[in-house]
């Protein structure tokens, strides 16, 4: 089992900066890959970026490509992800995730993680 607690969301003009932390507890932290995603309203959940569980492979979704970054500390079991330049369309309720399967890189389908965080609203304002 493993709990999963994001925060920092809140609202924020477009161009400016987040931050989301999510804190796991339950598990070592470093025996899984971490996700992040998302979830407007009236869409599917997408895939946001995603970081190995050794902190040094990463993945990003194109529409968030340079302006997001992902990261981890293991030592403090949690992931982060840095959210720069925020677009009114980067508005929904993101997600953090553990996929427990460590395969050689990171998947990016939300049916490949195990655990889920309960969601943090970010709204970006025009």
């Known amino acids: 089992q493993v709990q999963l607690v994001e925060s920092g969301g809140g609202l924020v003009q477009a161009g400016g900066s987040l931050r989301l932390s999510c804190a796991a507890s339950?598990?070592?932290?470093?025996?899984?890959?971490m996700g992040w995603f998302r979830q407007a309203p009236g869409k599917e959940r997408e895939f946001v970026a995603a970081?190995?569980?050794?902190?040094?492979?990463?993945k990003y979704a194109d529409s968030v490509q340079g302006r997001f970054t992902i990261s981890r500390d293991n030592a403090k079991n949690t992931v982060y992800l840095q959210m720069n330049r925020l677009k009114p369309e980067d508005t929904a309720v993101y997600y953090c995730?553990?996929?427990?399967?460590?395969?050689?890189?990171?998947?990016?389908?939300?049916?490949?993680?195990?655990?889920w965080g309960q969601g943090t609203q970010v709204t970006v304002s025009s």
């Open positions: 995730a553990a996929d427990f399967t460590r395969t050689p890189i990171v998947r990016v389908g939300p049916r490949e993680y195990d655990y």
């Open positions: 970081i190995s569980w050794s902190g040094y492979s990463t």
């Open positions: 339950g598990r070592t932290f470093s025996d899984y890959h």
